[in-house]
């Protein structure tokens, strides 16, 4: 059995995607402060410190993801109301991003494994309407950077390099094959 350290409903539903057996308990870390130099970097810290944190109240294995937004050096966190949803997208409109998402298993404290994955994606060139349409959704809420690819988000993306589910919250084949390998899941057809 897998913890999942998450409330994201993405993970979730990655998860039983590569299918398998897991229950969710969310971390209570706080986020803010956590200071790093690269995207990469600060996706794995906070990644390790919910994992972390939930692996030492249970004793199975933990998998902790976070998800960050970088663009030109500034990392794009969940907004936190219209305002900021507004500025996030207007960053990222006409231009080209960064979203890593690092990813921590673990159990009674130890990292049994951690990696990154990193996709760019290009964005197209929003027009206010498109914003405040956009915000009127109310999807960008909790998101990093503001937009979901896999929902009405996803309108505004022109292209993507590298892993797509990775942008959805979980480099799904990174996290398979490091599951795998730690014999956490297993190819079977039921």
Wanted: aromatic share 8%; with cysteine.
């Amino acid at each position: 059995m897998l913890i999942l350290a998450s409330k994201s409903p993405r993970r979730k539903e990655l998860l039983k995607l590569i299918g398998v057996d897991f229950t969710v308990e969310a971390s209570n870390v706080n986020e803010q402060g956590i200071l790093a130099t690269t995207s990469s970097e600060l996706a794995i810290k906070l990644a390790t410190l919910k994992g972390i944190e939930v692996s030492r109240k249970n004793p199975h294995p933990v998998l902790a993801a976070d998800t960050v937004v970088e663009i030109h050096g500034e990392f794009l966190g969940k907004p936190q109301d219209e305002k900021q949803a507004i500025e996030m997208l207007k960053k990222l409109s006409g231009r080209s991003h960064n979203v890593v998402t690092g990813v921590v298993i673990c159990q009674r404290g130890k990292i049994l494994d951690s990696f990154s994955e990193l996709t760019k994606v290009y964005f197209k060139e929003l027009t206010d309407q498109e914003i405040n349409w956009y915000i009127k959704t109310k999807d960008p809420f909790d998101k990093a950077g503001g937009y979901g690819i896999q929902t009405q988000g996803g309108i505004f993306v022109e292209k993507i390099e590298g892993c797509y589910f990775n942008v959805v919250g979980l480099p799904f084949s990174k996290t398979a094959n490091s599951l795998r390998k730690l014999g956490l899941y297993k190819l079977e057809v039921n």
